[in-house]
């Protein structure tokens, strides 16, 4: 079926460290890629997209390279802040199907 | 700014009293979703609108209900909350229910059956 694999948290990083959060999905078809962030308490926030291989999304320094040939849309950051911990979705939308998302991944951030 | 608004942003409810929640958009878009999410787990579409389509997923029970009386409002009604349905409801809006179209989320109400 269509899925999106998420790394499993939590993830825990001090301050200014570099984040990687990897993401793999099904390959049907060219779906679009997302990430989304939910902070303590609130909805999901978009935080940056590609709809096509090779695009590039990038949002608050955070960016995500879509790659066909190992079907992976892997989150970065260079240095994280404080005001970053927060849970990641990855997510998958492809035609008339439903948005799948990935497990969520729970991001600390340690001053 | 254009955006998405659910109210209230908590709401506590009997077992058994039935309790709707409700959302509001200004973006204008021809859909409109409904997930839950329970302790940070990925949300699960319970059902949505195109326009006023109403799709339903196949295993939201039926205990979950939704009327969209027109573009902007849309309002899940919960008929009997079991312990069970406490959870974090989202409403979430997409200009059309392509996969590549983004889903544009509210703040959530989180609900709590005693």
């Known amino acids: 079926g269509n899925s999106v694999t998420q790394m499993e948290g939590p993830v825990t990083l001090s301050e200014e460290a570099f984040l990687t959060i990897n993401c793999t999905y099904t390959a049907t078809g060219y779906p679009s890629l997302f990430w989304y962030v939910q902070y303590p308490g609130e909805g999901l926030q978009l935080l940056l997209k590609a709809t096509k291989a090779d695009d590039k999304g990038s949002n608050k320094g955070f960016e995500a390279t879509y790659r066909k040939e190992t079907t992976s849309f892997h989150l970065e950051k260079g240095s994280v802040q404080v005001s970053d911990s927060a849970v990641y979705f990855c997510?998958?939308?492809?035609?008339?199907?439903?948005?799948?998302f990935g497990t969520g991944t729970r991001l600390t951030i340690i001053p | 700014d254009a955006m998405v608004i659910q109210n209230p942003r908590y709401q506590v409810t009997q077992f058994g009293k039935p309790v709707t929640l409700s959302c509001s958009q200004t973006l204008n878009h021809n859909v409109m979703y409904w997930y839950q999410q329970k302790s940070s787990q990925a949300p699960k579409l319970l059902f949505h609108y195109y326009d006023k389509d109403f799709n339903n997923e196949a295993d939201t029970p039926d205990n979950f209900q939704s009327r969209r009386p027109n573009t902007s409002f849309c309002f899940l009604d919960i008929r009997s909350p079991g312990l069970g349905d406490a959870a974090m409801y989202l409403c979430?809006?997409?200009?059309?229910?392509?996969?590549?179209?983004?889903?544009?989320f509210g703040p959530g109400t989180r609900l709590t059956v005693l």
């Open positions: 997510a998958r939308g492809f035609g008339n199907e439903k948005l799948t």
């Open positions: 979430a809006t997409s200009r059309n229910d392509r996969g590549k179209d983004t889903q544009y």
